[in-house]
């Protein structure tokens, strides 16, 4: 697997880069809090903003989704740790959401650096809306990024997280706008004699050779 140098952006298949930083729960080493479990690894451009707030509200309220499924949550952004637990502490009396998940301290932009958060045509001091999805190998699978000012998609990160999961665990591919409970695109045969088995199998239903989808259910 790719190892990611300091001068290249992470691409999708790539081990994603280990690190050491201070965050709101304590020092953490992400090759560690990634062992065993995924991981959302997620940036905001700052504290105390207005779109960063929602965000990081959405990713709370759903912590026992995550938790669910398996994934550990991760935020960043170049803020100081007495900023972010300033700013967790100010959310949680405004509103009572409790930012319960780690957020990396990244004054040296060094964490944001590694895995090309730091987009100069958006920003050289901020880092953009990024989100990677990381596997419990280490693998990054999907990255998402956004401007500063769109927020991100709760539902879609949700969807395609358990799309990834779902993928893996039945050897199979997700159709456009698939969602749980929707058929999956199972793959082209490969042989004459495949062939025909696909052609025989009632069980699927066939567009044509070489797209053919099933229930998981």
Not at 2 to 27: H, K, S, Y
Request: charged share 20%; hydrophobic share 40%; glycine share 6%.
């Amino acid at each position: 697997m790719q190892e990611v140098t300091n001068n290249q952006m992470p691409r999708i298949g790539d081990q994603a880069p280990d690190f050491e930083a201070l965050t709101t729960t304590g020092n953490l080493k992400f090759s560690d809090y990634n062992k065993g479990s995924w991981v959302l690894l997620f940036s905001h451009p700052a504290d105390f903003t207005p779109v960063c707030t929602t965000e990081l509200s959405g990713f709370a309220n759903d912590s026992e989704f995550f938790e669910a499924h398996n994934t550990k949550l991760l935020g960043l952004s170049i803020d100081s740790i007495h900023a972010h637990i300033a700013w967790t502490n100010a959310v949680n009396e405004k509103t009572g959401v409790l930012f319960n998940f780690p957020i990396i301290a990244d004054l040296d932009m060094s964490v944001a650096k590694r895995y090309g958060m730091i987009q100069p045509g958006e920003s050289e001091t901020a880092a953009v809306r990024a989100v990677f999805f990381i596997d419990p190998n280490g693998k990054i699978r999907l990255i998402m990024y956004y401007p500063m000012n769109v927020g991100r998609n709760m539902e879609e990160i949700k969807r395609a997280l358990v799309a990834l999961q779902t993928a893996d665990k039945n050897k199979v591919s997700m159709p456009l706008n698939w969602k749980p409970g929707d058929k999956v695109i199972v793959g082209a045969p490969k042989t004459i004699e495949a062939l025909a088995e696909r052609k025989a199998d009632t069980s699927l239903e066939q567009v044509d050779w070489y797209l053919a989808m099933k229930s998981l259910n």
